[in-house]
């Protein structure tokens, strides 16, 4: 079977947008996607399209009642933070099977302000604050807590990911906030749930991301001057661990995530030159470095603390600015990732150019919960 | 408790509060006869090993330890904080999650695998659209 390649790829800068629909913002992400590809809407024989918020609003179809109404298949993903992800996944598996040559993937997400999670309480009494906290900074706080037990993380460890991925979004144009953050201001914020503040919470916005996906034999009539090839896709739900079901296990279904795109793509994480990661929270980051094997387990504090993952570091991660700093429309990160992968892939990144990137890792979690990991290589 | 017009004992805030109104409240758990798994709520299929119909319910133990925990600051309206967010290993097993009450929430307070018990008490005061009462579980530091 031949490999997938992306030939266009875009995001529109991540922002507030109370005065746009949901479909006008991945329709905008379409197009520059696909005039990055040099392609027409009509050139696309399936829309893949992630959204959360409306995801029973069939988003796909009236973003292309916004661009072209070609009667192309239409699938709309939902998968928690792991929609784009999905989407992208699903529209290279559709490649892959050989069903189609040319897909587009879309995600797309409007968000208000305000915590995440903590709902139910649909019978009964609602049981937030009641039985401890459901809410999205609580649970992975918890968890970056777990990792405290093994390890002795501190909250000072903790709050440089978000000095470090602050710093990097000042040189992503695209990111939602570009804004320096020392250490300091970012532990003496406001305390969300501890020992996540708010500056180590990813923020909440608007925002779209839209890829174009085509078969090798498409790649090559198009020309692989730009063209990025997919080298492996992977998505997984969370295995059986003990406490799962009452402490989201967001560790065991990335490591069977990992292990499964690394073999797929014949490469090992040192091989990997930037790594655009789910950091939800500045928590979960450092739990990330461990679970997709940048570093032995145990290591991941040293590794913020000498600098390893910021620009210019052994493995750069988060570049972008991150989910706490470019942003985090749920149904468009998973997409966002891959742009900044393509980007330093094709040497077009700018001030925050990886040098010599040749492989990059692009990595999403959905609570509930979904893991997807796609890794991309650059065309010699 | 036969006659219909009489107002109801507290209710259990979860299904898997056990003896709610009575003095012997407690949390059930359903444990896995093919692999020992440890659920909460009801269920019939096991999803650490697959079995069918291996599980039988469990009286869970009052005691347990700290597992982790975040300091709850920010919350919905209405909602008292800051408060401790506990994940809780009881002894013997099961994990459950609660609110860890009766200590300052200072994470210079709190120790990992530090000695709680489970105690029982009053929902927060929080009431139904009908207006019942219900009963919760809570952790404490043990004695």
């Given at each position: 079977?031949?490999?997938v390649?992306v030939?266009?790829?875009?995001?529109?800068?991540?922002?507030?947008f109370?005065?746009?629909?949901?479909?006008?913002?991945?329709a905008?992400?379409?197009?520059?996607?696909l005039?990055?590809a040099?392609?027409?809407?009509q050139d696309m024989q399936?829309?893949?399209?992630?959204?959360?918020?409306?995801?029973s609003?069939m988003?796909?179809?009236r973003?292309?009642?916004?661009?072209?109404q070609?009667g192309?298949?239409?699938?709309?993903?939902a998968n928690a933070?792991?929609?784009g992800?999905t989407a992208?996944?699903?529209a290279w598996m559709?490649?892959?099977?050989?069903?189609?040559?040319?897909?587009?993937?879309?995600g797309?997400?409007?968000m208000?302000?305000?915590l995440?999670?903590?709902?139910?309480g649909?019978?009964?009494?609602?049981?937030?604050?009641?039985?401890?906290?459901?809410?999205m900074?609580?649970v992975f706080?918890e968890?970056?807590m777990?990792?405290?037990?093994h390890?002795g993380?501190?909250?000072?460890?903790?709050?440089?990911?978000?000095?470090?991925?602050?710093?990097?979004?000042?040189m992503?144009?695209?990111?939602?906030?570009?804004?320096?953050?020392?250490?300091?201001?970012?532990?003496?914020?406001?305390?969300?749930s501890?020992?996540?503040?708010?500056?180590?919470?990813?923020?909440n916005?608007?925002?779209?991301?839209?890829?174009?996906?085509?078969?090798?034999?498409?790649?090559?009539e198009?020309?692989?001057?730009?063209?990025?090839?997919?080298k492996?896709?992977?998505?997984?739900?969370?295995?059986?661990?003990?406490?799962?079901?009452v402490m989201?296990d967001?560790?065991?279904?990335?490591?069977i995530a990992?292990?499964?795109?690394?073999?797929?793509?014949?490469?090992?994480p040192?091989?990997?030159n930037?790594?655009?990661?789910?950091d939800?929270?500045?928590t979960?980051?450092?739990?990330?470095?461990?679970?997709?094997?940048l570093c032995?387990?145990?290591?991941?504090g040293?590794?913020?603390?000498?600098?390893?993952?910021a620009l210019g570091?052994?493995?750069?991660?988060?570049?972008?600015?991150?989910?706490?700093?470019?942003?985090?429309?749920?149904?468009a990160?998973?997409?966002?990732?891959i742009?900044?992968l393509?980007?330093?892939l094709?040497?077009e990144?700018?001030?925050?150019?990886v040098?010599?990137?040749?492989?990059?890792l692009?990595?999403v979690?959905?609570l509930?919960?979904?893991c997807?990991?796609h890794?991309?290589?650059?065309v010699? | 408790?036969?006659?219909?017009?009489?107002v109801?004992?507290?209710?259990?805030?979860?299904?898997?509060?056990?003896g709610?109104?009575t003095?012997d409240p407690?949390?059930?758990?359903m444990a896995?006869?093919?692999?020992?798994?440890?659920?909460?709520?009801?269920?019939?299929t096991?999803s650490?090993?697959?079995?069918?119909?291996?599980l039988?319910?469990?009286?869970?133990?009052?005691?347990?330890?700290?597992?982790?925990?975040?300091?709850v600051?920010?919350?919905?309206?209405?909602?008292?904080?800051?408060?401790?967010?506990?994940i809780?290993?009881?002894?013997?097993?099961?994990?459950?999650?609660?609110?860890?009450?009766?200590?300052?929430?200072?994470?210079?307070?709190?120790?990992?695998?530090?000695?709680?018990?489970?105690?029982?008490?009053?929902?927060?005061?929080?009431k139904?659209?009908?207006?019942n009462?219900y009963?919760?579980?809570?952790f404490?530091?043990a004695?």
């Amino acid at each position: 079977m031949s490999d997938v390649y992306v030939v266009g790829v875009d995001m529109i800068k991540f922002g507030r947008f109370p005065d746009k629909t949901v479909p006008q913002l991945g329709a905008q992400a379409a197009l520059m996607a696909l005039d990055d590809a040099g392609l027409q809407i009509q050139d696309m024989q399936a829309l893949y399209c992630g959204n959360l918020g409306q995801a029973s609003g069939m988003v796909g179809q009236r973003v292309l009642q916004e661009i072209g109404q070609t009667g192309m298949a239409v699938v709309n993903c939902a998968n928690a933070c792991a929609t784009g992800a999905t989407a992208f996944r699903e529209a290279w598996m559709s490649i892959k099977a050989g069903v189609f040559d040319c897909v587009l993937a879309v995600g797309v997400e409007q968000m208000g302000k305000g915590l995440l999670g903590g709902a139910g309480g649909a019978t009964g009494i609602p049981k937030e604050g009641l039985l401890g906290s459901g809410t999205m900074p609580a649970v992975f706080a918890e968890a970056g807590m777990e990792h405290a037990r093994h390890h002795g993380t501190t909250f000072e460890q903790f709050a440089k990911v978000s000095v470090k991925n602050h710093h990097h979004s000042t040189m992503n144009p695209k990111a939602m906030y570009q804004i320096e953050t020392p250490l300091e201001t970012v532990m003496n914020a406001e305390m969300i749930s501890y020992p996540n503040t708010k500056l180590m919470c990813s923020v909440n916005v608007d925002g779209s991301a839209a890829a174009v996906l085509v078969s090798e034999k498409k790649a090559k009539e198009l020309g692989m001057k730009r063209a990025v090839r997919v080298k492996a896709s992977v998505l997984t739900s969370d295995p059986y661990s003990d406490r799962d079901l009452v402490m989201p296990d967001v560790n065991s279904v990335t490591r069977i995530a990992a292990k499964q795109a690394y073999e797929m793509a014949g490469i090992g994480p040192s091989d990997l030159n930037l790594v655009e990661l789910h950091d939800c929270f500045a928590t979960a980051e450092i739990l990330h470095y461990e679970n997709l094997g940048l570093c032995a387990d145990g290591e991941a504090g040293r590794m913020i603390d000498e600098g390893e993952t910021a620009l210019g570091g052994r493995i750069p991660v988060n570049v972008s600015g991150g989910l706490l700093s470019k942003g985090h429309p749920l149904g468009a990160t998973g997409i966002a990732n891959i742009y900044e992968l393509c980007t330093h892939l094709r040497g077009e990144a700018g001030a925050r150019q990886v040098e010599n990137a040749r492989f990059g890792l692009a990595h999403v979690i959905g609570l509930g919960s979904a893991c997807g990991i796609h890794i991309l290589e650059k065309v010699a | 408790m036969s006659d219909d017009n009489q107002v109801k004992g507290p209710l259990p805030a979860v299904p898997y509060i056990k003896g709610a109104g009575t003095d012997d409240p407690y949390l059930e758990g359903m444990a896995c006869g093919g692999c020992g798994a440890v659920f909460l709520g009801e269920r019939t299929t096991c999803s650490k090993c697959g079995g069918r119909d291996t599980l039988a319910a469990k009286r869970l133990a009052h005691t347990g330890k700290l597992y982790s925990y975040s300091i709850v600051f920010r919350s919905f309206p209405g909602i008292e904080v800051p408060y401790i967010s506990a994940i809780v290993d009881l002894d013997g097993g099961g994990t459950v999650k609660g609110n860890l009450i009766g200590i300052e929430p200072d994470p210079a307070n709190l120790s990992f695998d530090m000695p709680v018990d489970v105690i029982f008490d009053d929902a927060l005061g929080r009431k139904d659209k009908e207006g019942n009462s219900y009963i919760s579980y809570f952790f404490k530091p043990a004695a």
